[in-house]
Each structure stands twice: as C-alpha cells, then as structure tokens.
C-alpha cells in the first residue's frame, strides 16, 4: 500500500509544480512579456514610446486584461489610446478550429486621425512596419474562421483634423458606441452590430444592422439627427463659394449591399430627409441670400444597380430669397458660385446635343411632386438709382412630372404677389423632348410706378400712373410722367395704341404695323453720356451700358402714387429646335403717327441744361426697323410759343443696336429783356439788355454723337435791384462777370426750361429760368468754372501748406496759376487771401521746430567750445548719443541741474557700457526727452499769427510778381483760427 500511496503524492506534486508553473507564467510571465516584446517592438519600429498601464491576464479563464494603453504620433500627441483593453477567449476556440472570443471589449477608446498638409493620412503610420512586398496573386481561400460573441466599444472618442484645406478642419465626434454581437465569418451567426455617437452640438449618428462577410454583405437601418448644415459646409469650405451660416439636417432610412451579384448590389432608401432654417450667405458676409424655414424630401430611392434615383416629392415652404444686380452689372448670387461674369463680347455657345440613353450607361432620375409654397422673392436692380424693387410674395410653384429622360411633358402652376396688391398666377406646359411649350398668364392689378427708377435712369422722369391691357392691340392710357427736377409733365398721354402686332420666339421677331399718339406730351432730352434718350426708349437691346446720372438728373422726389389696376392675359404656343443661341431680336415699326402733340426738348450733355418748348406737334415717323442699315424718315411741324412755328426734320434708327440719328433744329436772336418781370421775381434784378443765339445739330452714328452747338448771349446786363422775397440770394452779378470775356460775350452752355402747362407761358420766362440756374450754379461754385476754363483744377482756390511752414508745393504753384489766368482773363474779379493758421497744427510743429533751434545752438555753443573755429550751419546730422547728450543738456537748463532725469534716460546716464554689451537704446530715451521738452516749449499766439501772415504773403507774390494783376484786386485779409483738416493747414481763396 505504501508504493501507490508515494507515487500518488509524486503525481499530485508534479501536478501541483506544473499548475504552479503554468499559473506563475500566465499570472506575471505573460504580462512580462507582452509588456516588454509589445513595447520593444514599438520603440524599434516605430521609435515611439508606447504606454502601457496595468496587464492582467488570467491562465485559466484566458482572459486578458490592459489599462491605459496610449501610442503617441510623431508630433508626440496621443494618436491612439485606450481606458481598458478585456480579452476573453474561449477554449472552444480548439474544436471550432479558430478564434472564439466570449467578449472584447473597448472602453474610452480615443482615434486621433489626421490629414497632413502633405496628404497623408498619420494613421498609415501604424502599417509601415508590416508593408510586404508585392505577391504573385494566389487563388482565392476562403476566410479564416472567427467566432465573436460580443464585441464592444464604449465611450469611444474620435478627433479627426485635415491640414490640407487653406482654413484647417477639426471635428470631435463623442461619445461613440458600438455593439456587435455574434459575429461569424462562416456566415452561422446573426452578425447583428449598433453604431451610435454624436458631437459637442449634439449632433446624432444611429446605424444598426448585419455584417456578412462570404459573400460581404450589410443591411440596416440608419438615422442622422441635429445635423448642423454649417459643420458639412466647415469641412468642404475650401472647396464652396458660398457659406451656410444655418440649418438643421435629419434623415433617416434603410440600405442594403450585396456583393453576391453583378454589378455591386446598393439600394439606399432615405424616407424622410428634412432642412430646417437653411441659410446661405457668400464667404465673410454677414447676410443671407437665402433662408429657407423648411425643407422636406420624401421617399428617396437610390439603386446603383438599376441607375435610377427616384424621389417622391420634394417639398419647401416657407422663406426668402435676396437677390439683387450691383452697380456693375453682376448679379448677387455670382459670390455663391465663384462664376466671373461672362464677357459680353464672348458670344453664347449652344449646348451640345445629349445623346441617347442607353441601358447600360444612363441614369434616370424622377422627381414627380416638386412644390414650393409660401416663399417671398426680393429682387433689387442697383444698377439704377434709385435701385428699383420687386417684391413677389407667398410664391406658389407646383412642378408636375419632371423625369430625365423626359417621357411626358412638364406642367407647371404658379401663383404670387407681386407689389402688395399686383398679383400674378399662370399655368402651363413644356416637353424637354421637343421645346413644345404652352403658357397662359395673367396679371392684374401691377403698378406701372413701380419702373420709375429705370424711368429715371433713362429719360429722367417720375411715371406718376399707367395702364396697361392686352387684349388684341394693346393700349396703354392715361398715363403720366413728370420732370424729377421741374416736378412738370415729362412724358404724357391721352391714349398710345399699338395696333397689328405680331411677336414670334424662334427666330425672336416684333413686327407693329402702326402706333398712335393721341396728345402725347415728351421731353427729348441727350443724356450726359451724348446717347438720345429716346433712340434708348425705343431699343430692343435694354442691355446697353448707361452712365450713371444721378450727378446731372436728380433722383425722383416723393409723388402721390396714382393707382391702376392693369390685367394681362396672354398665350404664348411655341414647338421649335431650342436654342442657347439669342440674337438681337428683330423688330419693324410701320408708322407712328402723332396727333396733337407737344415736346419739351432738353439737352443734358451741355452743363447747364438747354430747353425749348414746342407745341400743336403732328406728324409722322415711318420705317423704324433694328435693320442697321435703315433709316427712318421723320417730319414734324408746330409750334414755339403758341405762335412761332417750328421744323423738325432729318433721318434716325431708334431700333437698331448701332444708332443713327441726323436732326436740326434752328433758334436765333431771342430778346432776353421779355424776361425782366421773372428775372426781378426770381433773381431780385432788371435784365437792361441781351439776346440769345441758338444752332441745333445733332449726328449719330454707332452710338457715336457729333454735334454742333453755339449758345451765345450777347451783351448781357443786369439791372436795378429788385426786393424780392423770392429772389435768389446768390451774388448774380459775380456770376456774369465770372462769364463775361473780354469783350463781354457769353458762350458757354446754357440751359432752357419750361412748361407748356404754366398759362403764363413765354419763351422769356423759359430763358430766364435757364440764365438763373446757370448763374446760381456759378455763382456756388465759381471756382469750378474757371478750374475748367483756364486750368489748375476745380479746387485751384483751395491752398495747402505743411503744418508749421509757409512755403508753397508744387501743387499750390500750380493751383494759383489757373488763379493767375482767371483773374487776367476776368478783369472785375477781385480776390480775398485770409492769413490761415491752425492751432492743433501749427503749434506742435513751431514747438518742435523752436526745440530743434535751442538744440542746434546748444550744439554750436558746445562745438565752440571744443574747437578754435565755430562749427558750420550745415554740418552732419549729430548722432543718437550726440543727440542724447544735447537733449540731456537741454532738460537740466530747463529744469534744472539737479531735476531726475525720465526712467529711459536715467538708466542710461546711471549705467557703465562693458565691452561687447549692446548700445543703450537713445533712440526710445531721445524720444521721452523730445516729447517732455515739446510739452514745456511755449508758442504764443502772435507766432501763429506770423505765420498765417507770412503764408498770404506767399500767395500775394505769386499772383502778383510778374502778372501785371492790378494790386487792388488782391487783398490779404485777417481769418480765425482753422481747424485741422489732415495733416495740413489750408487757405481758401474767395472772390468778390
């Protein structure tokens, strides 16, 4: 009994030594190990330091479990790291014949990925020490045998950055979570996972579903919540013209993906995709061009197999739409496309012919419900000016059957507001096939004020009211323009019917046998840039570039609005090859017969304006053609102050893109002194004598105008004064010796106005009013004139000298030789030079200046001292430390021997230099003394007024030395104080 008893305790110590051996080696071997073989091999191939907490691992549950692993980047941040690492595997691992793990779990797993600047992805990092060669291709094997029951990740966090984009990109997305649950790749197991994480703006992210792996293969379920639109548009900014500054996105639905077929199986389904308060504004704006409140999408299909993308209906309700064309001719939205605008010159290529679809390449995409509702469109054209507005409210747009490839025409229903109380609404059809299109619209209730800005920008007028129908021929009565200057009738009528008129779209074509104006009332006015405002009317091509006006036609002031309703039905059926191609539309005019009417002409390129009045106007224009070569033949006849006839005469093309015009008119020896009762009224003078000469000749040719004009008034004298309370009060008699020459003619430009209407009606009136305006502006601004007239610019009286100093630029010299002119040319004019000086100017400067002198002769005085000659006026300049020194000097005379120096100067008076120690710093210490110097310098009053002396002195001998300009026409007068103005000191000269 003793032998089985020993070998038995033998056995059970061998046994005990083995498990003891195998449990010491799992317990502190194992980890040892790991630790030791997993680090060394990260110094060694990756030359990081790799962080490893806690390892446990349990021999005989086989588990493992790691704490606070963390691998560091290149720039020796965290690029990967883990709160805790739990491995347990199973021993069925044997008999399955591959890994079974019961679980792996992950918590506060961290992933910092990067995108260099240079491209590359840092986490590319980890796979370097595995790169293999490239392998003959092997036959395909199927997958290695993996069992997982669950495998989970919690409270994982990603830091994702791209240094690539000009703006670099960071995004945060915690806490993540994931869920996978027996998980196989023999394709036995459910393969079930869940994916959910978000962002610090609570942005969502849920994606649950299957994963197969023979053949790969997914399909679940998906949802995206809070979705900030501006955080896709942060990443791609580099990429977008545009910015969203707002929006919310959340989509939900389900996909499927399969591999088992050919081609790759996707079906995406998305059941309801929605935007809330979407904003999009250009890049560094602080305005959106477009809010939308919501946006809705609905059963979207997405099957890559089949090629097709199907939507249910889209739906937007609700917002707004900003649009608005700047000054230059671009349109607002261009910012959001980065787009420049395309070169007028460069002509519009057609599009090129879509081919066929096929069953292998096409797409199809249909999109059968498109609705808008509720949405306000706000248009402004700041091309004009003022800019002109259109507002179109509660836009309703209903688009039916929209699929590509067409296989059904388009309907289409729109409805709005346009204006307040305008409304628009139509209905109507288009096949993408054809171009075959069908329309029906109608408006009613549109105010015609609402064109007043381009009215204004055209002909300079206020549209004050209008009617418009289209029924047949189309007639426009009623309606009323007036002068935006005058506040008088500009363009009128009783009724305009335009009757036989034809208009075809492909090729674009209007022909209008006749038009008829019954009491027509017109100002025909040639713009400031020579363009005749009505060959501008009349042509088709509205596109021409203007010149702005505002600076010689005043805006339109606030007017009563007269309201019309206007109703509108018109048809339009078009089947025709469509074309991107738009030429010049083409257009004739038969006759436009005028009947009794009247015409205010009016030339603004002359500055001031010319008018002249003509009445019982008839007559007729025939031939109006866009043919460049056409040319209309125009005979009118009436009237000049009810009584002297008048004839227009000669050849024009109002309708082609090159004009032509060849025109005269002819008036002569109009006695000025009809006009004394309206120049006493208005100018508080008598008119003794003068008469007016006119000759009209106008020629345009290619946009091109010639003309010959001669307005001339001879011998113009103004009379007695007059009291009146209405009389300008202006010195009139400066303006006339302003424009009399030598020999006392007029001839300048000179404007006439006046009004048909006014009962009191006479050619003097209208003269007068014209001689008043051009005498108010010369009297304002005589200077102007005579900048114009003999040289040194419109401000030649405005004289500017550096503070401190009298002594004249080049500038002033040649300011005050077109003074020099004006003066011999105006021989009584006579001229005021005040004796300017500034306080805030000129008296740091003379401070400075009267510094600088005492240094200077501190310097000389310590010079001659040191030297048996006296130093010369114009040595060197002295050195910082030389300067320091004098101004040290300087402080203690002033302030006494014994006064503290400032911090900066003390230090350096206070401090040894070593050898190879840096300068003190004289130039900071110079400057603290300079400043406190300054502050104690006292300039008087009598300096500054010595000084606004000396500087009308240097005016005076400029006008007079050497001009032979009587003496007593200039005179030096004394002034106040100016204030500052820049940093110069300037003088005004004023005449009398």
Do not use: C
């Amino acid at each position: 009994m003793r032998l089985p008893v020993r070998r038995l305790l033998i056995g059970a110590a061998i046994a005990v030594v083995l498990v003891g051996g195998y449990a010491l080696a799992g317990f502190v071997a194992v980890p040892h190990l790991l630790r030791s073989n997993v680090t060394q091999f990260v110094a060694t191939h990756y030359h990081r330091k790799l962080a490893l907490g806690q390892i446990r691992f349990n021999p005989f549950l086989l588990t493992l479990d790691v704490r606070d692993i963390s691998f560091p980047d290149a720039d020796a941040r965290p690029l990967l790291s883990l709160r805790r690492l739990f491995i347990d595997l199973q021993l069925s691992s044997i008999w399955h014949r591959g890994p079974v793990f019961r679980e792996i779990l992950l918590e506060q797993p961290f992933v910092r990925a990067m995108l260099r600047a240079d491209g590359a992805l840092n986490l590319m990092d980890l796979a370097k020490p595995f790169a293999q060669p490239k392998a003959a291709p092997q036959s395909k094997s199927a997958p290695m045998r993996l069992f997982i029951g669950r495998l989970t990740v919690l409270d994982g966090r990603t830091n994702f950055e791209d240094l690539t984009h000009a703006t670099p990109f960071s995004a945060e997305l915690r806490p993540i979570n994931f869920d996978l649950r027996d998980f196989s790749t023999t394709g036995t197991a459910a393969d079930a996972y869940t994916l959910d994480f978000s962002t610090p703006l609570a942005e969502g992210v849920h994606w649950s579903g299957t994963l197969g792996v023979a053949p790969f293969g997914s399909r679940g379920r998906f949802a995206i919540t809070a979705l900030r639109a501006r955080t896709l548009w942060s990443y791609a900014r580099d990429a977008l013209h545009f910015e969203i500054s707002s929006g919310v996105i959340g989509l939900s639905g389900q996909y499927e993906l399969t591999t088992s077929a050919t081609p790759l199986g996707l079906l995406l389904t998305v059941s309801t995709l929605t935007v809330d308060e979407l904003g999009v504004r250009p890049p560094h704006s602080d305005t959106d061009y477009v809010k939308l409140k919501h946006i809705e999408v609905q059963g979207t299909r997405f099957d890559l197999a089949k090629r097709a993308i199907e939507v249910a209906a889209v739906h937007i309700a609700g917002g707004t739409i900003s649009a608005w064309r700047n000054a230059d001719g671009t349109v607002n939205f261009s910012a959001l496309t980065g787009a420049a605008p395309a070169s007028a010159a460069a002509p519009t290529a057609a599009p090129p012919t879509a081919a066929p679809p096929t069953a292998t390449s096409a797409w199809s995409f249909s999109v059968p419900d498109i609705e808008i509702s509720e949405l306000d469109l706000s248009a402004e054209d700041r091309a004009v000016m003022p800019a002109a507005t259109l507002a179109l409210q509660r836009i309703g747009l209903r688009l039916r059957g929209f699929h590509v490839p067409a296989n059904a025409p388009l309907n289409l229903a729109v409805d709005a507001g346009i204006n307040k109380n305008g409304k628009l609404s139509g209905v109507g059809s288009y096949d993408l096939g054809s171009g075959a299109a069908h329309a029906r619209l109608e408006l009613s209730q549109v105010d015609l004020t609402a064109l007043q800005p381009y009215v204004a920008q055209y002909t300079s007028l206020d549209l004050l009211s209008g009617a418009i129908s289209v029924a047949g021929n189309t007639q426009v009565s009623k309606l009323r323009t007036v002068d935006d200057e005058l506040r008088q009738d500009f363009v009128k009528w009783d009724l305009l019917s335009i009757e036989g008129m034809r208009y075809r779209m492909q090729p674009a074509r209007l022909d209008i046998q006749r038009i008829v104006a019954r009491a027509p009332y017109a100002r025909v006015i040639i713009a400031p840039d020579r363009a005749l405002n009505i060959a501008e009317a009349f042509s088709p091509a509205a596109a021409h570039a203007r010149t702005d006006h505002s600076s010689s036609v005043p805006g339109p002031k606030a007017v009563p609005t007269v309201a019309h309703s206007a109703h509108s039905a018109h048809s339009v059926d078009s089947a025709q090859t469509t074309s991107s191609s738009a030429p010049a539309m083409e257009m004739t005019i038969g006759t436009v017969q005028i009947v009794n009417g009247a015409a205010h002409y009016t030339d603004l390129w002359i500055k001031p304006r010319f008018s002249v009045a003509i009445q019982e106007l008839a007559g007729t224009i025939g031939g109006l053609s866009s043919d460049v070569h056409s040319r209309a033949k125009v005979e009118l006849k009436g009237k000049v102050d009810r009584y002297a006839p008048v004839h227009i005469w000669g050849e024009l093309n109002l309708l082609s893109a090159s004009l032509y015009t060849d025109m005269k008119m002819s008036f002569r020896g109009v006695e000025l002194t009809t006009v004394t009762p309206y120049s006493a009224h208005f100018a508080g003078y008598k008119i003794e004598k003068g008469k007016l000469s006119v000759d009209l000749d106008y020629h345009i040719e290619n946009r091109q105008l010639k003309a010959d004009h001669r307005f001339v008034i001879e011998q113009l004298q103004l009379g007695d004064k007059v009291d009146s309370p209405d009389a300008v009060k202006l010195p009139l008699k400066l303006a006339v010796a302003l424009l009399k020459d030598r020999n006392g003619v007029i001839d300048v430009p000179l404007p006439v106005s006046g009004s048909l209407d006014d009962p009191q009606f006479r050619v003097g009136p209208i003269i007068w009013k014209a001689v008043v305006n051009l005498l108010v502006k010369v009297a304002t601004a005589p200077f102007a004139l005579l900048g114009k007239l003999f040289g040194g610019g419109e401000q030649m009286n405005l004289i500017d000298f550096d503070a401190g100093s009298a002594e004249l630029d080049a500038a002033g010299h040649e300011r005050l030789q077109g003074v020099v002119k004006s003066l011999q040319e105006r021989p009584h004019l006579e001229l005021d030079v005040p004796s300017a000086y500034s306080p805030d100017l000129d008296g740091p400067a003379l401070r400075k200046r009267l510094l600088e002198q005492q240094l200077k002769a501190l310097a000389s005085k310590q010079t001659a001292r040191s030297q048996a000659t006296p130093a010369a006026d114009n040595a060197a300049p002295v050195s910082p430390a030389t300067r320091f020194q004098l101004l040290v000097s300087q402080y203690r005379a002033e302030l006494g021997a014994g006064t503290t120096l400032p911090a900066l100067s003390q230090t350096i008076v206070s401090s040894k230099p070593k050898k190879g120690q840096a300068p003190p710093d004289f130039a900071a210490a110079n400057a603290e003394l300079e400043d406190l110097l300054i502050a104690r310098t006292q300039v008087g009053e009598g300096d500054l007024e010595s000084l606004g002396r000396h500087r009308a002195r240097a005016i005076q001998q400029v006008l007079l030395e050497g001009t032979q300009i009587d003496p007593g026409r200039v005179f030096v007068i004394n002034a106040p104080p100016r204030p500052p103005q820049g940093d110069k000191v300037r003088v005004e000269l004023t005449l009398k």
